[in-house]
T-cell receptor, first 113, second 110 residues
Framework: DGGITQSPKYLFRKEGQNVTLSCEQNLNHDAMYWYRQDPGQGLRLIYY???????QKGDIAEGYSVSREKKESFPLTVTSAQKNPTAFYLC????????????FGPGTRLTVL | GQQLNQSPQSMFIQEGEDVSMNCTSS?????WLWYKQEPGEGPVLLIALYKAGELTSNGRLTAQFGITRKDSFLNISASIPSDVGIYFC??????????FGKGTRLHILP
């Protein structure tokens, strides 16, 4: 089946530790995105990548880092510099950059203790 | 920056009732998208709209791209329990940036 997978579903980390969230897609999409969702809030863009080996900061990139070494994969690292990392993280992809519809993965809930 | 005002923020309705929600902005968008999110899951695309005035249906769901290109509407007819969730609108502007509304949380009373 084609789709976007995120793992793990739930993640717990101690304060001060870096943690990497996985996002894989087999839709052959060029563009991938990471969003953060907090209760009662809309989706806020962290980073996006229009093509392999290229990525751009979104609206709330501070404390996060990404890589895009393969078309299918766009991992997000939440660093210890992120002041309030506990949130629901959503990965999305689209066929191309621009007005193409974004499709979302199931999300990873990160809790920092 | 650009914002989408989505309303209502939440709604409680009886099973079988029709539902209406909308998204408005002071800015123009070229594409409107409607998503549904269930608890603990990612948003799922319901309807995509690409032209001003466009009216598109997906089963009991109908969405419209406003004539002014500054708003969009989603209607759900004859609601059922599985319609519960958060409905998000999203607009893609002329810079190809996607903006999300804050969602409408739908509750259905038995």
């Amino acid at each position: 089946d084609g789709g976007i997978t995120q793992s793990p579903k739930y993640l717990f980390r101690k304060e001060g530790q870096n943690v990497t969230l996985s996002c894989e897609q087999n839709l052959n999409h060029d563009a991938m995105y990471w969003y953060r969702q907090d209760p009662g809030q809309g989706l806020r863009l962290i980073y996006y990548s229009q093509i392999v080996n290229d990525f751009q900061k979104g609206d709330i990139a501070e404390g996060y880092s990404v890589s895009r070494e393969k078309k299918e994969s766009f991992p997000l690292t939440v660093t210890s510099a992120q002041k309030n990392p506990t949130a629901f993280y959503l990965c999305a992809s689209s066929r191309g950059w621009g007005p193409d519809t974004q499709y979302f993965g199931p999300g990873t809930r990160l809790t920092v203790l | 920056g650009q914002q989408l005002n989505q309303s209502p923020q939440s709604m409680f309705i009886q099973e079988g009732e029709d539902v209406s929600m909308n998204c408005t902005s002071s800015s123009i968008f070229n594409t409107w998208l409607w998503y549904k999110q269930e608890p603990g899951e990612g948003p799922v695309l319901l309807i995509a709209l690409y032209k001003a005035g466009e009216l598109t249906s997906n089963g009991r769901l109908t969405a419209q791209f406003g004539i002014t290109r500054k708003d969009s509407f989603l209607n759900i007819s004859a609601s059922i329990p599985s319609d519960v969730g958060i409905y998000f609108c999203a607009g893609i502007n002329r810079d190809d940036k996607i903006i999300f509304g804050k969602g409408t949380r739908l509750h259905i009373l038995p």
